[in-house]
Structure formats: C-alpha cells, structure tokens
C-alpha cells in the first residue's frame, strides 16, 4: 500500500502560470481534502470532497479549482498563480465515517515567483 | 474560526510532562489531535468525542470539556520522538470539515 501519494514533490512557477496538482490514494476512501499550509498558520482546508464526483469549498477556496473524475483521485488547479499561493500543499483522504483519522500525503511544496 | 492552541512553543528536558491546550468559540462536535514532524506531513493521534469517546493510536491521554468548549493533550514522560509540531481540529456539527489550529510547536532535549 502506498497510502496517500502527491504529485509532483516540488514546483516553481511564474506569477500567471496554471499547475495541476496530483493527490492519489490507494486506501478505498470515500473523503479526500486539500489543504494549504503556511507559517504560523497552521493547517487551512481549501477544497474537499465526499465522493466521486462530488467536491465542497473549505475555508480558503479563493484561486484554486479541484476535481474527482475517480474515486482515488483527487486534482487541486491554479489557473492563474499568485505569490500568495506559495505554499505547502498536503492531501488527506479519510473513510466514510465522520469521525475517522485523515491520513496525510507527503505535500507539495509551491513556490510562485 | 481557528480553534485556539496553547502554549505557542514549549521546551522540555526527557522525562519531562506537557500539556497543550485547544479551546474555540464555537460548539464542538469532536476534538482531532496531529502530530507533524519537520518536513513531514501530519500523523494522527486522537480524536475525542462528545460524550467521552476516545479514538486513539498512541500512549497519549487528552480530555474533552464539552462545556468549555476545549481540549487538552497530555503528553507524560516525554521521549525525543515527541519532538514536533502539535495540532489540534475541531469539527463543529454535521459536516465533514476539520478546522486547524495554529499549532504547538514542542521541543524534547536530551
């Protein structure tokens, strides 16, 4: 089992410049998320999603679109990048139960320049 | 809103005990705890429940005052592996959605 897998590891991009971030998990889960992590700030939800199919704004939508075209996948977009969205970007996926732990993947580190 | 976590930072010798503390203004359904190591993702650690269930993977304790609306973890003779940064979520109803605190970050010297 791999667990929770993130492409790519590491990414430089210019201010204006669209990426596709890659989050896999090979758990059956039903629940995946994407977060952001910065400085002091701690973990922000940005996007998740219950189901194939199906996808929800988390706290910190604003600048990133996400789709789950297959249940073990789940794709974070930037359109257009900004230097605020330099970040650590992290992938969760959970089970279909409310209260269940959230198993992590490795992150992405983004720099936008 | 971000639960709150207290202390920001503590330092501990090995052998030494901690206590860090989440507390938030909304309601809570249940209290999630994550332990992140530097340039590692987070692991999980708890999760309390309201009405006194715990769901756990390691030998660290935690309460859960529903009516304070706050959490604490207790981390008991401490090894160098508790090294890190603590977080706690809380969630607060019928959804699916964790909400982070800031974090603790704790550091075990020899």
């Known amino acids: 089992n791999a667990g929770v897998t993130q492409t790519p590891k590491f990414r430089v991009l210019k201010t204006g410049q669209s990426m596709t971030l890659l989050c896999a998990q090979d758990m059956n889960h039903e629940y995946m998320y994407w977060y952001r992590q910065d400085p002091g700030m701690g973990l922000r939800l940005i996007h998740y999603?219950?189901?194939?199919?199906?996808?929800a704004k988390g706290e910190v939508p604003d600048g990133y679109n996400v789709s789950r075209l297959k249940k073990q996948n789940f794709l974070l977009g930037l359109e257009s990048a900004a230097p605020s969205q330099t970040s650590v970007y992290f992938c969760a996926s959970s089970y279909p139960v409310r209260e269940d732990e959230q198993f992590f993947g490795p992150g992405t580190r983004l720099t936008v320049l | 809103q971000q639960p709150v976590q207290s202390p920001q930072a503590v330092i501990l010798r090995e052998g030494e005990d901690a206590v860090i503390n989440c507390s938030s203004s909304k309601a809570l359904y249940s209290v999630h705890w994550y332990r992140q190591k530097h340039g590692e993702a987070p692991v999980f650690l708890m999760i309390?429940?309201?009405?006194?269930e715990q769901k756990g993977h390691e030998k660290i304790s935690a309460s859960f005052n529903e009516k304070k609306q706050q959490s604490s973890l207790y981390l008991t003779a401490s090894q160098l592996s508790y090294s890190g940064t603590y977080f706690c979520g809380s969630r607060g109803g019928s959804n699916y959605k964790l909400t982070f605190g800031k974090g603790t970050l704790l550091t075990v010297n020899p």
């Open positions: 309390l429940l309201k009405g006194g």
């Open positions: 999603s219950v189901g194939e199919g199906t996808t």
